[in-house]
């Protein structure tokens, strides 16, 4: 007797954003589709937030999830996600996130989701790519959780690919490739790897003063106790964390993120 195929989650956001004819960002266009939602706060400033939701709950082998967004010149949003994303056991296949965002001039965006959390047994595989035209500006940040600790609940078994691809004016300038697979638990304890850390985290900044950034984000990452470093690669500054656990992760990043960006972070990361 065959086995019945399982129920997957499939959603799909798109968004695009306008600068309105008094100075403020305003959405051009939305579309929303299966377990992906997204929700617009009331503005109380001039910067556009968004925050994504996955109604499924959490994502499996074959799930499928997609966002892409267009900001046209002078626009100032932020994409943020109502909770961490939850990556679950596998039965099959790899749960798939992929991510797009077309950045014109002038525009200044910032892609900020809340932590994704590997479970024991889980599968993902997510790409993010950026198009940011010469002088916009994007803010990025990445975090992953393995497992919860404080429960009992450790990652022995896993698999994650995750893949960031920045394009200024077309030019490629910054592809991050990562891929782990088998014992993360282990894997991440080894002196070079992660030196024991459950947690770890990418910042990006993409755009004009990459070199200040660079600078504040290395006097911030000396401050608060935990490894890791910046690097200005010209066109991209990348900074990458280290933590033992996701409490400490998430009281580096937010003065982290606030000082890079200049503005408070999404209220959803408050709460």
């Not at 195929?5 to 499939?10: D, E, P």
């Not at 790899?94 to 077309?102: I, M, Q, T, Y």
Request: glycine content about 10%; charged content about 20%; overall charge neutral.
């Amino acid at each position: 007797m065959a086995r019945p195929r399982l129920q997957r989650s499939q959603g799909e956001v798109r968004l695009a954003f306008k600068r309105a004819p008094d100075g403020r960002t305003a959405l051009d266009d939305f579309y929303q589709q299966g377990c992906m939602k997204a929700r617009l706060p009331r503005q109380i400033d001039a910067t556009h937030e968004a925050v994504l939701i996955n109604t499924a709950g959490g994502l499996t082998g074959g799930d499928d999830i997609r966002v892409s967004a267009r900001f046209a010149s002078g626009t100032n949003a932020v994409l943020t996600t109502q909770a961490c994303e939850r990556i679950y056991k596998a039965s099959a296949g790899s749960a798939h996130v992929g991510s797009k965002l077309v950045i014109a001039a002038g525009a200044n965006v910032r892609w900020l989701p809340q932590e994704t959390i590997l479970f024991d047994g889980a599968s993902l595989s997510r790409k993010m790519h950026a198009d940011v035209e010469e002088g916009a500006s994007l803010l990025a940040c990445e975090s992953i959780i393995l497992g919860r600790p404080a429960m009992g609940e450790y990652v022995h078994c896993a698999r994650l690919t995750d893949e960031w691809t920045i394009s200024i004016g077309g030019r490629p300038v910054f592809i991050d490739r990562l891929g782990l697979d088998g014992d993360l638990s282990a894997e991440l304890n080894r002196a070079a790897v992660g030196n024991g850390a459950r947690c770890f985290a990418s910042i990006m900044a993409a755009g004009p003063d990459t070199a200040r950034h660079s600078a504040t984000a290395r006097r911030l990452i000396a401050s608060c106790g935990l490894a890791g470093g910046a690097s200005d690669l010209g066109d991209v500054m990348l900074a990458r964390l280290l933590a033992p656990n996701s409490h400490e992760l998430r009281a580096a990043l937010l003065p982290l993120l606030e000082a890079l960006d200049e503005t408070p972070l999404p209220r959803v990361w408050r709460n």
